[in-house]
């Protein structure tokens, strides 16, 4: 489905610095099993210098990828420095990332950012205090646990400007969809943006017309994309707004086919047809 970089492949198939370090001097996490892809990442410090950096992730190859990037590009670096690496630095040094995994780039910011937060100069964290002064941030898409600040940090690091690259960036949006009125709202609110509620690109369809319309979709835009990865996708049914649908190749079996099915198969169809369209894989 996506075209990686002899980096991505290289840093997949032989990841460096994984594992953990048992005196680190900061620990930081990102993402939830929950969700797909989590990530771990330990820094050792010494005199404001990273002196090592080892990670355990799960996810797929582009998060064991951004993940192992990421301690390459920190370790041998003052902290000063280190604190403004963004996850475009990391995607770049990767050599890019496909829109549609640019979350493992973020995680792997996210992961970084945690860690640093609650580092002092002196090496010394005081759990209680951080305890005591931790703020409960609004989240925003309860099916991924994203934040506000989350995707506000997506939006101003890499120009975002659709709801669609937001999912492609944090996963926000990217699952049951309810959430993504309230992405639209901080997109309008970023840019200062008034929406135009008169207009819009989604016309009211007759169900003769939803139907050609999800089966064109799907034979022309969503399975030449699964085809490039060696899968493919069949439409079953549909009834009503929900989508029946049944993966095939290497997309069926797949242990992100869930992934597959929500991110890409139902988010594709709810940009072009309607917000209540639910697919299902049988």
Not at 36 to 53: F, H, P, Q, R
Not at 104 to 116: K, N, T, W
Not at 244 to 267: M, R
Request: proline content about 2%; charged content about 30%.
């Amino acid at each position: 489905m996506w075209d990686y970089s002899e980096k991505v492949i290289d840093h997949y198939k032989n990841p460096r610095n994984v594992g953990k370090i048992d005196n680190a001097d900061a620990i930081g996490e990102a993402g939830s099993l929950a969700c797909g892809d989590s990530l771990k990442i330990y820094l050792k410090i010494e005199n404001g210098i990273v002196t090592d950096a080892k990670f355990q992730t799960f996810g797929c190859g582009s998060a064991v990828a951004s993940s192992s990037m990421l301690t390459e590009m920190i370790i041998g670096k003052p902290v000063s420095e280190v604190r403004k690496i963004t996850n475009k630095d990391i995607a770049d040094e990767l050599g890019g990332l496909p829109p549609e995994k640019m979350h493992c780039s973020v995680m792997g910011y996210e992961a970084l950012e945690d860690a640093l937060k609650n580092y002092k100069e002196d090496g010394y964290v005081d759990l209680d205090d951080i305890r005591n002064n931790k703020t409960e941030e609004e989240v925003i898409c309860t099916c991924f646990g994203v934040t506000k600040n989350v995707i506000l940090d997506a939006i101003k690091q890499n120009n975002l400007k659709t709801v669609e690259e937001i999912t492609n960036y944090t996963k926000a949006g990217g699952a049951c969809g309810k959430c993504k009125g309230k992405i639209q709202n901080i997109l309008d609110s970023y840019y200062h943006r008034v929406p135009d509620k008169e207009v819009s690109h989604k016309k009211e369809l007759s169900p003769a017309q939803k139907i050609l319309k999800i089966n064109s979709i799907i034979e022309n835009k969503i399975s030449p994309e699964l085809q490039k990865d060696g899968g493919d996708i069949t439409l079953v049914d549909i009834d009503g707004d929900k989508v029946f649908v049944k993966l095939q190749g290497k997309c069926s079996g797949c242990k992100n086919s869930t992934l597959t099915i929500k991110s890409f198969v139902e988010s594709t169809l709810k940009d072009a047809i309607s917000d209540d369209i639910e697919v299902i894989e049988v």
